[in-house]
């Protein structure tokens, strides 16, 4: 009986369409337009060099001026800012052990690209919940905390639940705190990812709704309007106060709040086959952007050729470049 090979089943070309598609697919952050993939971007991480500078033009300010007869109106320049995003770099192996039972499907080739493509998608939200990490450090460090809403008791004593006065879990009005931190324009919020536990705290408070989307038969869960995603990447503390308490660390974001371009490593797919130890083995590489808007990258300090997951959640190597309401998400810390 002859031996399947991935390097029999996999067509380079078909497959990574096929792997970035199942990817998308996947990736509830950009199922929920949260990550919007973007054209440009896409050129931008195609265009060389491990930063992307991306100049913007800041909100226009000042009063206006009365009009008078001789008097000069005072010309105000237009001012720019610049947003700068990281390229990064990976890839992934696996061998035929691993794609053993996606091998041994009916159509090989969409189940291993449907395996890749659910892998990347998890890959893709945990680096950005760690750039997030960073973000808000930063965030505390240096802009006042001002997009970060805390409800949560620091000591365990001081731990309110949902039907208590003054609740410190996950409740209506920790998120609709969080969403006045860009005071009137809060209404750009469209979702808000949180841990299990606090998704918990919401059911049982009967305050979610489920909606069918127009595409699919998975019932879609929403709160206050804004889609939520249960993901327990997001990160926890520990309270400051005695005991210590787990402290939960969701987020607000709006439409768009984070670009994703996609760049062309020089060789996405590769297969082939140690001989001496009669193994196949799959490749893929991705360069690419996930960049949340408005938070410029600093570069740091980087030991590789581009930031590994702990480097995205260092406060150093993040700066706010927008104006606190032109910002696109925010943090809501509850117990």
Not at 41 to 51: F, H, M, P, V, W
């Amino acid at each position: 009986m002859t031996e399947t090979r991935i390097s029999d089943i996999v067509e380079p070309d078909v497959f990574l369409n096929y792997m970035l598609e199942q990817s998308n697919k996947n990736n509830s952050l950009i199922q929920s337009n949260i990550v919007i993939p973007d054209p440009e971007l896409d050129i931008l991480a195609q265009s060389g060099g491990r930063t992307i500078n991306m100049p913007f033009f800041k909100d226009l300010g000042g009063a206006s001026e009365v009009l008078a007869e001789g008097s000069a109106l005072t010309v105000n320049p237009i001012t720019t800012g610049t947003d700068i995003a990281r390229l990064h770099f990976r890839g992934k192996a696996w061998g035929s052990n691993d794609l053993a039972m996606a091998i041994a499907g009916a159509d090989p080739m969409a189940a291993i690209a449907t395996y890749v493509g659910k892998w990347w998608a998890n890959v893709e939200q945990g680096m950005l919940i760690q750039s997030l990490i960073g973000v808000f450090l930063d965030n505390n460090d240096n802009d006042s905390n001002d997009l970060i809403h805390t409800a949560a008791a620091e000591a365990t004593a001081d731990i309110k639940q949902w039907n208590d006065a003054a609740p410190t879990v996950m409740n209506p009005i920790a998120i609709l705190d969080g969403a006045q931190l860009l005071g009137d324009a809060k209404s750009k919020f469209t979702a808000i990812v949180m841990h299990s536990k606090c998704m918990t705290d919401l059911l049982k408070q009967e305050l979610i709704d489920y909606r069918k989307p127009s595409e699919g038969d998975d019932m879609i869960p929403y709160y206050l309007n804004k889609r939520v995603i249960e993901n327990d990447d997001c990160p926890t503390r520990s309270g400051t106060g005695t005991g210590t308490p787990t402290v939960y660390k969701s987020f607000l974001f709006a439409e768009g709040a984070v670009g994703r371009g996609e760049g062309g490593a020089p060789t996405p797919v590769e297969t082939g086959r140690t001989e001496l130890e009669g193994s196949d083995f799959l490749i893929t590489r991705r360069h690419f952007l996930l960049h949340p808007r408005g938070f410029a990258w600093t570069d740091s300090s980087i030991a590789g050729t581009s930031p590994d997951n702990t480097e995205l959640a260092e406060a150093a190597q993040w700066n706010r470049v927008y104006a606190q309401k032109s910002t696109r998400c925010a943090m809501i810390e509850t117990n």
